[in-house]
């Protein structure tokens, strides 16, 4: 039985993630990634926000500020973002004057199951001695539940040492978006100044842009800072800065690799490898949405030898799990607007 604790390749390794040369005027490339897509979407604390009060059944501008308590402008440009990128749509409920409601689309709806896959590793690892703030419950076995991902082809549950992959059709390099680049990110601690939330502990981890891509080359088995800042061209004083934090979450462990002078490579813990399910269910959702039909990873599940799509499951009955077949309890008090 194999032992590692990462991707492996088959048939020829993902293409480098160097970033190219940056010529004056010449934008910077990176990997294409169907993970990193979907982070740029939820990975921005204040469109989470909103996507999140959507689930919710929020859908006027007025309850979303209210209950989130973000400035206009914020709250207008996050919706106004989500709108063109088709997660959501407009629908006037008033002519005199015209007002809109935001709702779901199906692009929206589709993020459910990633959103609950996050939601199932913040529960594990990120709530201390608090009790989870929702309990899940699926409709179709009407049994508590938590979120797994698990192979389309034989319903087995996905780990990452069972898991291979080789360049899909949409693999090579792309710039990076310019909004990504200017965006300024919630304060991680205002995702939960609301609503207490799963998801938004495990986006503090994962959101960050840098502390993602990292993660990410490390399940392609990049453990050493040298390779890293080969593979991401990133600062080394701020990949300094995220392995030490990976390091102080848990995600990581240091692990002494050459002495004299001191070296070290940085290893998954077992927390760190219960993220591939969410990053998966993510590469999922960004491959059917934002990829333009060439996902840039094809995965294929070693136990069963098939290529597979990575789909979010109740762990009880192992059944596909949606916005529709779902319910919950709150373990909290449910926010008012105005409170």
Same mark, same amino acid.
């Given at each position: 039985m194999?032992t590692?604790?990462?991707?492996k390749?088959t048939?020829?390794p993902?293409?480098?993630a160097?970033r190219?040369?940056?010529?004056?005027?010449?934008a910077?490339?990176?990997?294409?990634?169907?993970? $990193?897509?979907?982070?740029?979407v939820?990975?921005?604390?204040?469109?989470?926000m909103?996507?999140?009060?959507?689930?919710?059944?929020v859908?006027?501008?007025?309850?979303?500020?209210?209950i989130?308590?973000?400035p206009?402008?914020?709250?207008?440009?996050?919706?106004?973002k989500?709108t063109a990128?088709?997660l959501?749509?407009?629908v006037?409920?008033?002519d005199?004057p015209?007002r809109?409601?935001?709702?779901?689309?199906?692009i929206?709806?589709?993020?459910y199951?990633v959103?609950?896959a996050l939601?199932?590793?913040?529960d594990?690892?990120? $709530?201390?001695?608090?009790?989870?703030?929702?309990?899940?419950?699926?409709?179709t076995?009407?049994r508590?539940?938590?979120a797994?991902?698990?192979?389309?082809?034989?319903r087995?549950e996905?780990l990452a040492?069972?898991?291979s992959?080789r *360049?899909?059709?949409?693999a $090579?390099?792309?710039?990076?978006?310019?909004?990504?680049?200017?965006r300024?990110s919630a304060?991680?601690t205002a995702l939960?100044?609301?609503?207490?939330?799963?998801?938004?502990r495990?986006?503090?981890i994962?959101?960050?842009?840098?502390s993602?891509?990292?993660i990410?080359?490390?399940?392609f088995?990049?453990r050493?800072? *040298?390779?890293?800042q080969?593979r991401?061209?990133?600062?080394?004083?701020i990949l300094?800065d995220?392995l030490?934090?990976?390091v102080?979450?848990?995600?990581?462990?240091?692990?002494?690799y050459?002495?004299?002078p001191?070296r070290?490579?940085?290893?998954?813990?077992?927390k760190?490898?219960?993220?591939f399910?969410?990053?998966?269910a993510?590469?999922?959702?960004g491959d059917?949405w934002?990829?333009g039909?060439?996902?840039?990873?094809?995965?294929t599940h070693?136990?069963?030898?098939?290529?597979?799509?990575p789909?979010?499951?109740?762990?009880?009955?192992?059944?596909?799990?949606?916005?529709?077949?779902?319910?919950y309890a709150?373990n909290?008090q449910?926010?008012?607007p105005?409170?």
């Amino acid at each position: 039985m194999a032992t590692s604790t990462s991707l492996k390749p088959t048939k020829r390794p993902a293409p480098r993630a160097r970033r190219a040369p940056s010529r004056a005027g010449a934008a910077p490339k990176e990997r294409n990634c169907s993970v $990193g897509r979907t982070i740029d979407v939820i990975g921005d604390g204040w469109s989470f926000m909103v996507l999140r009060e959507c689930y919710f059944g929020v859908k006027r501008f007025e309850q979303f500020k209210e209950i989130l308590g973000l400035p206009r402008t914020t709250l207008s440009d996050r919706l106004r973002k989500l709108t063109a990128m088709g997660l959501l749509r407009q629908v006037q409920y008033t002519d005199k004057p015209p007002r809109f409601e935001y709702h779901l689309t199906r692009i929206g709806i589709d993020l459910y199951p990633v959103m609950l896959a996050l939601m199932s590793f913040g529960d594990k690892w990120l $709530g201390g001695r608090k009790k989870k703030p929702l309990q899940l419950i699926h409709r179709t076995c009407e049994r508590p539940c938590s979120a797994i991902v698990i192979c389309s082809e034989c319903r087995g549950e996905i780990l990452a040492s069972r898991v291979s992959y080789r *360049d899909g059709p949409g693999a $090579g390099m792309s710039a990076i978006p310019v909004e990504r680049k200017s965006r300024r990110s919630a304060d991680p601690t205002a995702l939960e100044r609301r609503r207490p939330s799963s998801v938004a502990r495990a986006l503090q981890i994962i959101g960050d842009r840098w502390s993602f891509m990292i993660i990410r080359e490390a399940f392609f088995r990049i453990r050493r800072f *040298d390779d890293l800042q080969t593979r991401l061209g990133i600062a080394p004083n701020i990949l300094t800065d995220r392995l030490g934090r990976l390091v102080t979450d848990g995600v990581f462990r240091r692990v002494q690799y050459q002495a004299g002078p001191d070296r070290y490579e940085y290893r998954f813990t077992e927390k760190g490898r219960d993220l591939f399910g969410s990053m998966i269910a993510m590469l999922r959702w960004g491959d059917r949405w934002l990829s333009g039909g060439t996902p840039p990873l094809i995965l294929t599940h070693t136990d069963c030898g098939k290529d597979f799509e990575p789909t979010v499951a109740c762990d009880q009955c192992r059944e596909a799990i949606n916005a529709h077949s779902m319910r919950y309890a709150m373990n909290y008090q449910d926010p008012k607007p105005g409170a």
